[in-house]
């Protein structure tokens, strides 16, 4: 079974620039989240997604931050206009309502890191 | 904020079996604790899970004490691969979202 795919895996840009991360998530998966991770800490969920549907956004900095899931599988998290303090590893994970051990596992993908300067 | 306790580092011997703790003092009823880890550069793993009963897979096992106020991942041969940031959380098993606190950095020596 393919993992939870994200582009890029790098990414390098100047303050007040914009960005786009791209997640692909387990066939399947209905559930899809998008976290933060900043240097040192834990990652810090963002969005998440049932579906088309957003869940939980409460954590979203929507003045600058942005999500969508068109299609309930692939999904882009956008960023417009970066600032120094979003430099963190962007990660994408998905979860299955229909695996009977693993429900509400969450699978990650390797993340996007982001630096910018 | 997460609803978990981990002292931020521990060393363990190539070999041995590795113990980490977790305190979750305010567990509720209906939360499960999970336990995910992260290696370098990588996404979270999971790799257990539970609700009040002892836990064990191919990975590792969970002791949950009999109040659930704190609970134990024992990775039984701890190997230089195991070398991670390991995050205890606790959780309902529906609907709610997990929060990552600093997690314990395990280094593996051999």
């Known amino acids: 079974e393919a993992g939870v795919a994200q582009s890029p895996r790098y990414k390098i840009i100047e303050k007040r620039q914009s960005v786009a991360f791209w997640c692909n998530p387990i066939?399947?998966?209905?559930?899809l989240y998008w976290y933060q991770q900043i240097l040192g800490q834990g990652p810090k969920l963002l969005i998440q997604?049932?579906?088309?549907?957003?869940?939980?956004d409460s954590q979203l900095p929507k003045d600058r931050f942005s999500a969508e899931r068109l299609k309930g599988v692939d999904s882009t998290l956008k960023i417009q206009p970066a600032k120094l303090e979003d430099s963190a590893v962007y990660l994408c994970?998905?979860?299955?309502?229909?695996?009977?051990?693993?429900?509400?596992?969450?699978?990650f993908g390797p993340g996007t890191r982001l630096t910018v300067t | 904020d997460a609803k978990t306790t981990q002292p931020p580092s521990m060393d363990c011997a190539e070999g041995r079996a590795a113990n980490l703790p977790c305190n979750h003092s305010?567990?509720?009823?209906?939360?499960?604790v999970y336990w995910y880890r992260q290696i370098h550069s990588q996404g979270p793993q999971y790799i257990i899970h539970?609700?009040?009963n002892n836990e064990t897979n191919e990975m590792a096992s969970l002791i949950i004490t009999e109040d659930r106020k704190s609970s134990t991942l024992i990775l039984p041969h701890a190997t230089l691969r195991d070398t991670a940031v390991y995050y205890c959380?606790?959780?309902?098993?529906?609907?709610?979202?997990?929060?990552f606190g600093p997690g314990t950095r395990l280094s593996v020596l051999p």
């Open positions: 994970a998905s979860s299955s309502l229909r695996v009977a051990r693993s429900l509400y596992e969450q699978y």
């Open positions: 066939s399947g998966h209905a559930t």
């Open positions: 959380i606790v959780r309902r098993l529906y609907g709610q979202n997990f929060v």
């Open positions: 305010t567990i509720s009823g209906n939360e499960y």
């Open positions: 997604f049932q579906n088309n549907g957003v869940v939980d």
């Open positions: 539970g609700l009040k």
